[in-house]
């Protein structure tokens, strides 16, 4: 990191002083304003942190302008197309790729860690059947720290480590309870002979009554998506685990309040969103219908998985995603599915239309992901889970780096306060 420095002129000229800016290797300059409101009295004001960094980051770079997402300097692309899930998850946590016996330590630490404390079950069966999975996983991930109290020292690095084996470990085997519990079925144990997207697939949809063999062109799909969505930079949800994790709360905290942010649907709820809409459209003449919809002014209706907040051209991962989509339903035999066929047309429209050029609305990384579950037979409540499982390994890199980091303080955003000055207490039977 390289600095020189800024003036910043407030008002008539007033000049507060020269401001630290540093250059990263790649990406905008960042101006150093910490000594802001010592110097001048103000705050900066940035809702939605539109222009602000929140931290320093080595893990992951996207330019939304160019299209690019690149994990440890990596093209999520060329992974997505070489690498496994597993091997993401060593880059994204120890920053390089693992050698041969590397990766078969991790691989090993992993499926050592696969299965779930049995007082667990016991938590799944107080929520009711009907429960959202998501609130599940909230509830369950947040669970974990009653239950490994050998991994809360987050100031020892062995415990840190151990932290983070344990939720990528015990991610998918919670996930596929999540859903084996609304069902009414029996909840798988892992299997240690699979792979771990391939175990993921086997808890998900194998029963004790028979044997179950998971389609490689499924698995395949599946561990795409998941290194597709392993990390994306200082998003909300990863904002969230920060932000959590700054106070020195315990990691398994951190990540349910990073599973409570991705629940939205501005943010990972949006590929069950996007597939609720691609049924309420229903046909593909209903489109121009919708499009109006979402132009609409007053209208609240949106496009979902359309717009992003970083990506002004194609996310770069939609490509891939649309393009596992077409081998799995090829794979089902559903190329002639209508959800496809509405979303490819609806694609189609949209990137034609001034509205959505103007506005650089692009399909986002939701929009083909939730046909895929779909056609999978993954019910839709259970799309945003699958987006946590990839997830976790982000968040928890991202934790740890922030951990790690020497200059860590915890995270305290000021306002601009727009309520009343001081009052005088009325007491009741005095108020009008
Ligand atoms: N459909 C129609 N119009 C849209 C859409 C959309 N999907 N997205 C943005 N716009 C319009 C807005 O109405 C606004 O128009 P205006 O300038 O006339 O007021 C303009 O585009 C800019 O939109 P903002 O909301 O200001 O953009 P922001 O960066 O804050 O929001 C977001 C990004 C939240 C992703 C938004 O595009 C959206 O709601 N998309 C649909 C939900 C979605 O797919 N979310 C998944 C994001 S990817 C992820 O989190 C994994």
Known sequence: MTTRKAMLTIGKGKKIRDLPVYKGTEGPEVIDITALYKESGLFTYDPGYMSTASCESSITYVDGEKGILRYRGYDVTELAGKSNFMEVCYLLLNGELPDKKESELFIAEIKNRSMVHEQLLFLYRGFPRFSHPMAIMCG??????????????????????NAALRMIAKTPTLAAMAYKYSIGKPFNYPRNELDYTTNFLHM???VPSEDYKVNKVLAKAMDTIFILHADHEQNA?????????SSGANPFACISAGIASLWGPAHGGANEAVINMLEEIGDVKNIPKFIKKAKGKDDPFRLMGFGHRVYKNYDPRVFLLKDTCHKVLAELGMLNNSLLKIAVKLEEIALTDKYFIERNLYPNVDFYSGIIYKAMGIPSNMFTVIF????????????????????????RPRQLYTGHKLRKYVSIGKRK
């Open 388 to 411: 946590t499982i990839a997830r976790t390994i982000g968040w928890i890199a991202q934790w740890k780096e922030m951990i790690e980091d020497p200059k860590l303080k915890i995270g």
């Open 140 to 161: 369950a991930f947040a669970s974990l720290s009653a239950f490994y109290h050998d991994s809360l020292d987050i100031h020892d690095e062995k415990q840190r480590n």
């Open 204 to 206: 998900l949809f194998a």
């Open 237 to 245: 949800s990863t904002s969230t685990v920060r932000l959590a994790g």
